[in-house]
């Protein structure tokens, strides 16, 4: 390449870059890339397109490995069942097919009108909870109820209630307050003044409206970035907020509150289910957990669990056995932690991410893990030797306000629901089904 020039392969010549010359439409490297990016995306579509009729025995995600070759191993008795079901389950996610889902809502006039932000399932995949921007600068909640999402209807409900178009949002989570799910953590946006509220799922229900909402708290705080809610009785009724230099723990039927300080801003938390510890991912990279049964908490001796990534912790996620937990950054990097020992045992390659706050998605049962990156690909991996099984492409042109917000599950719209990936990426929700 010659410095300061653009080679076309299309038009076979050289164009200058900037600065340098007077051309009305100038090429700059970031125009460049974007068209690279984009032609990039739109031909990975097409592909996808194009295999719609490629058959499940076809397919494969790992070489020599289809669904003819895993039913003879199967009868052979050389696969166990949960080895098997993992990789029927691997296959099927390789032949997702995406379709896009009509929302249905009480105001017509509100359904696809406003750009999803956040999308969060509920633990039986039955409802979601939505962040949508809306014009005048906040953001609108509602709840999409996932059980008319079937293999022939692709309909769902949405119910907002306009009461609570508030401040956006840059952290939620559910809480079981009264029963499992019944509320909704919501943290302030960090730009905005602070705010963590408490809210009552049945405020976005089309059942009841003149029901008491139940247990509804709001306060103030300063600059939140992350809520988690415990499960744990012996922390009963308590959920912690992720601020900057502090972590909060508070009682919502008490109003008691527990205050740990930290060297850096606390960007994700979870609760362990088996006991009351709180795990927190920083901005420094450092990831520790408390015990919020102490109460001892001069200096910092009170932390237990310390384990270190090289850049800012955008999310993690405590396994079911509570023995590893896993945790993204901002270089990109997916690691999984061995608790007992503070190693790291596998990483996921194929994340990008440089600065946004991006979650993972772990499904156990699956042995799958997914995850949006900054380019606004979806990965999924294979939770067993984190094998990248398959890149999804967003439907819309990449943009830092077009990364979708995806849920996966086998059972969406609960028990007896279906199988495949959620994704909302601007006014639009798509279901990737299996074939």
């Not at 164009?15 to 990039?40: M, V, W």
Request: overall charge positive; glycine content about 6%; aromatic content about 8%.
């Amino acid at each position: 390449e010659l410095p300061g020039f653009y080679y076309d392969s299309e038009k076979n010549r050289y164009f200058r870059l900037l600065p340098g010359h007077n051309n009305h439409n100038p090429l700059t490297k970031d125009s460049i890339q974007y068209k690279a990016r984009e032609c990039k995306r739109l031909r990975l579509l097409e592909e996808e397109q194009k295999q719609f009729h490629v058959t499940l025995f076809q397919k494969a995600t790992r070489a020599g490995l289809n669904s003819s070759v895993l039913l003879q191993k199967r009868h052979l008795g050389l696969l166990s069942s949960t080895s098997y079901c993992r990789l029927v389950h691997e296959l099927k996610v390789n032949c997702m097919q995406r379709r896009k889902i009509e929302i249905h809502s009480p105001d017509s006039s509100v359904a696809g009108t406003n750009n999803f932000k956040i999308i969060v399932a509920d633990v039986a995949c039955e409802r979601i909870f939505t962040v949508n921007d809306v014009e005048h600068g906040g953001c609108k909640y509602g709840i999409i109820n996932l059980s008319g999402l079937g293999k022939e209807s692709l309909t769902v409900e949405m119910y907002d209630n306009l009461y609570f178009t508030n401040r956006k949002v840059n952290s939620v989570c559910w809480a079981s307050l009264t029963h499992p799910d019944s509320h909704l953590c919501l943290m302030g946006i960090a730009e905005t003044p602070g705010c963590a509220s408490l809210l009552p799922a049945s405020l976005f229900s089309s059942t009841n409206p003149g029901d008491r909402p139940g247990m509804l708290c709001s306060f103030k705080i300063s600059t939140a970035w992350s809520c988690a809610w415990c499960l744990n009785p012996q922390a009963d009724n308590c959920f912690s907020t992720g601020l900057t230099r502090r972590v909060l723990v508070t009682n919502v039927v008490t109003g008691h509150r527990q205050i740990f300080g930290t060297n850096s801003d606390v960007l994700a938390q979870q609760f362990a289910t088996q006991t009351p510890v709180l795990y927190n991912g920083c901005r420094s990279g450092e990831i520790f957990s408390i015990d919020v049964r102490q109460r001892n908490r001069k200096g910092q001796s009170w932390k237990a669990t310390r384990l270190f990534h090289g850049s800012a912790v955008t999310s993690i996620h405590l396994m079911e056995a509570e023995h590893y937990l896993m945790a993204a950054d901002m270089a990109g990097k997916i690691k999984l932690w061995d608790l007992r020992t503070a190693k790291c045992v596998k990483q996921y390659k194929g994340h990008h991410n440089e600065y946004a706050l991006l979650p993972l998605h772990v499904n156990e049962e699956e042995g799958l893990l997914t995850a949006v990156g900054q380019d606004c690909y979806t990965r999924i991996w294979s939770l067993q030797d984190a094998h990248l099984l398959r890149t999804i492409p967003s439907p819309h042109p990449s943009s830092k306000d077009a990364i979708p917000s995806v849920v996966f599950s086998s059972r969406l719209g609960g028990s007896r629901g279906v199988p495949g990936l959620l994704m909302a990426v601007k006014q639009d929700l798509y279901h990737f089904s299996y074939n």
